[in-house]
């Protein structure tokens, strides 16, 4: 029998230390096995490969000679069976394909020097680009640049999965954010840090108080996640809303309504991540996000393809489960860094603010600002239903007076809604009641008062001032 090539080695050295240093040195010269397994179902969203394990969340490629290479993510298993999600078409996929493990994964195109992977982190992982390089870019949720411009520089690649902040560390939110939308401003005052639901049906106007918030926030960086919706409304805002002052301080991440569940599921994180990023170096940063509900909508897909079994109104546990894990990413980091104020749309289904979603999305808000399309349907935008909707934090970041105002305010003016049909069908006496009767006098100028076009700003400094003529009796005359 021939020596092996340890007992060689073992043969030259001198103490069983040196050989043991020796073989550790081989071991780690030497590559590993690839561990390749086969693609052996695919139903409706999902493959199904045997003979390859791979933790959730981590990507692979499964590729033929016919085709080129499909990218899917790992989003459950059974046994030895693993189910991925792809990111891509899978037209033209047959049994028998390759599934193997990715490296630490970066979209291409590759991105520059800078494009260095840890080797700590997990092999299959994904990574996309952040960093102040994708200031004023345009790319899709695998971070590839959609606006021709060019590639993408001073960025890295990092995972998006990252350690929550402890609840302990954060700052509190103690400062109010100018928004610019008189309604915001007065009644619903927003403060730096918090998390807002915009809870709308289609075609009330969110996306046009989105535009506002983007045009007059106070914010070092506004980053946009346009996930599920139509694609025609990304070169829109970009354009109409954004404009070329608004665009030089954003990234848009855009994942519309004909990519992938799994991209959809993926443009959502990517926007928090690029969000948290700047957050991490000092930035005050805006976050808006529509929708909310799509998201919800592609782990639902995600779900049900892998045989979790619906729960409330045809949505699995996992989407309820993953709605605060994405909405907590954002608010305030550590004390004395930098926030994450996020706006996040959710679509009400029929108008029906108990959608299961919705009633979710609610519960772990910070506050909802609400669209009534009654309002809408008049001509009143934006249509901000000042009675259902409700800031958590306003107490915290305005002053005494300030709060007083607002609480008068809603009181005229629910006063007004309360006894509205009797006014118009003409049965109420006026002297009747004195609270209806000073409602009815303000309600005119009240009204204008919650009304703004989309090219005005509402300064936060004017609150107070203009809170207090919409309250007084002389309000009208001015």
């Known amino acids: 029998m021939m020596p092996t090539e340890s007992t060689e080695v073992r043969d030259t050295c001198a103490t069983w230390q040196e050989f043991l240093g020796r073989a550790n040195d081989n071991v780690k010269r030497g590559s590993t096995l690839e561990v390749r397994g086969t693609l052996t179902r695919l139903t409706g969203l999902v493959l199904e490969a045997s003979g390859i394990r791979v933790p959730v969340g981590s990507q692979c490629v499964v590729s033929m000679q016919s085709r080129a290479p499909v990218l899917a993510e790992v989003v459950g298993f059974a046994g030895d069976r693993a189910f991925l999600m792809p990111a891509g078409d899978v037209y033209g996929l047959s049994s028998g394909a390759s599934v193997a493990p990715a490296a630490a994964y970066v979209p291409v195109p590759r991105l520059g020097a800078s494009d260095a992977v840890d080797s700590q982190e997990h092999v299959g992982m994904l990574r996309l680009p952040l960093g102040p390089g994708l200031l004023g870019r345009v790319v899709d949720a695998q971070g590839i640049p959609m606006d021709r411009m060019g590639p993408i520089i001073d960025v890295s690649s990092k995972p998006l999965d990252r350690q929550p902040i402890n609840a302990m560390d954060r700052a509190p939110?103690?400062?109010?954010?100018?928004?610019?939308?008189?309604?915001?401003?007065?009644?619903?005052?927003?403060?730096?840090?918090?998390?807002?639901?915009?809870?709308?049906?289609?075609?009330?106007?969110?996306?046009?108080?989105?535009?506002?918030?983007?045009?007059?926030?106070?914010?070092?960086?506004?980053?946009?996640?346009?996930?599920?919706?139509?694609g025609r409304e990304v070169k829109e805002f970009i354009e109409d809303i954004l404009?070329?002052?608004?665009?030089?301080?954003?990234?848009?991440?855009?994942?519309?309504?004909?990519?992938?569940?799994?991209?959809?599921?993926?443009?959502?994180?990517?926007?928090?991540a690029i969000a948290e990023s700047f957050r991490d170096s000092g930035k005050h940063v805006l976050l808006l996000m529509d929708s909310l509900t799509r998201y919800a909508m592609a782990q639902r897909e995600i779900a049900l393809a892998i045989g979790e079994?619906?729960?409330?109104?045809?949505?699995?546990?996992?989407?309820?489960?993953?709605?605060?894990?994405?909405?907590?990413?954002?608010?305030?980091?550590?004390?004395?860094?930098?926030?994450?104020?996020a706006f996040y749309t959710v679509l009400?289904?029929?108008?029906?603010?108990?959608?299961?979603?919705?009633?979710?999305?609610?519960?772990?808000?910070?506050?909802?600002?609400?669209?009534?399309?009654?309002?809408?349907?008049?001509?009143?935008?934006?249509?901000?239903?000042?009675?259902?909707?409700?800031s958590r934090v306003m107490h915290n970041v305005i002053s005494r007076d300030h709060f007083e105002l607002a609480r008068r305010f809603r009181a005229i003016y629910s006063r007004y809604q309360r006894g509205r049909d009797l006014v118009q069908i003409g049965a109420y006496v006026r002297g009747s009641d004195p609270a209806l009767d000073e409602a009815i006098a303000l309600h005119d100028g009240m009204s204008r008062f919650l009304q703004q076009n989309m090219d005005e700003?509402?300064?936060?400094?004017?609150?107070?001032?203009?809170?207090?003529?919409?309250?007084?009796?002389?309000?009208?005359?001015?």
């Open 457 to 478: 700003q509402a300064p936060m400094g004017s609150v107070l001032q203009d809170l207090f003529a919409a309250t007084s009796p002389n309000f009208d005359a001015q």
């Open 243 to 272: 404009g070329e002052q608004g665009r030089a301080r954003s990234v848009v991440v855009a994942a519309p309504a004909d990519a992938p569940p799994l991209l959809r599921l993926q443009g959502a994180s990517y926007a928090t």
């Open 309 to 341: 079994p619906p729960a409330t109104k045809g949505y699995p546990p996992s989407c309820f489960a993953r709605l605060p894990q994405l909405v907590e990413r954002s608010g305030n980091g550590l004390a004395g860094a930098g926030s994450i104020t």
């Open 348 to 390: 009400a289904e029929g108008d029906d603010q108990q959608d299961p979603i919705a009633d979710a999305a609610r519960a772990i808000l910070d506050g909802h600002i609400v669209l009534s399309r009654t309002l809408a349907e008049s001509g009143h935008y934006p249509a901000i239903d000042v009675e259902q909707s409700a």
């Open 173 to 230: 939110v103690r400062q109010a954010l100018d928004t610019g939308v008189r309604a915001i401003n007065a009644l619903l005052t927003v403060g730096r840090g918090q998390r807002l639901g915009l809870f709308a049906g289609s075609g009330v106007g969110k996306s046009v108080l989105l535009g506002m918030m983007a045009r007059y926030t106070e914010a070092d960086v506004i980053v946009v996640g346009l996930i599920g919706e139509r």
